[in-house]
């Protein structure tokens, strides 16, 4: 009952944060009280330090998915990716960033590979090296 209330509460604080970034991706940062001559340095560094935590998140769950042969939390990075890297690369062609477009399709292949291979892998693991649930 516990682990369920911990579970929910991360849920909800995690969609509420999906729903801000909507928010943000449409109407931009600049709706908060920020001085117009700070918006884009803090926008650059609040952009820096989702990737920084992004890099953590994948590093971390990334081995851990890999190490506990765990096809979910692979598909779940990669859901993760493709919603980040495809919504990215829609507002890049919105705003016609094009270079963008092209760094977020790199991005994305280059996290897909293993995570695709990894997916394939525990499909075919012996019985004894999948984890349990997958």
Known sequence: ?????????LS????????VGLVFAFFGL??????Q?????????IYGSIMIGWGTTLLFVGREAFHAHSRTLLRALAYGLAVWLISEAAFSVYWRVWFNVGVDVAV???FLIPLRRG???EKTAPPNMKQKGD
């Open 30 to 35: 600049r709706i908060l009280p920020v001085e």
């Open 108 to 110: 994305l292949t280059l």
């Open 119 to 121: 997916v394939q892998a």
């Open 1 to 9: 009952m516990i682990a369920k209330f911990w579970m929910n509460w």
């Open 37 to 45: 001559s700070v918006l884009l340095q803090w926008q650059s560094a």
């Open 12 to 19: 909800a604080v995690s969609v509420i944060l999906i729903l």
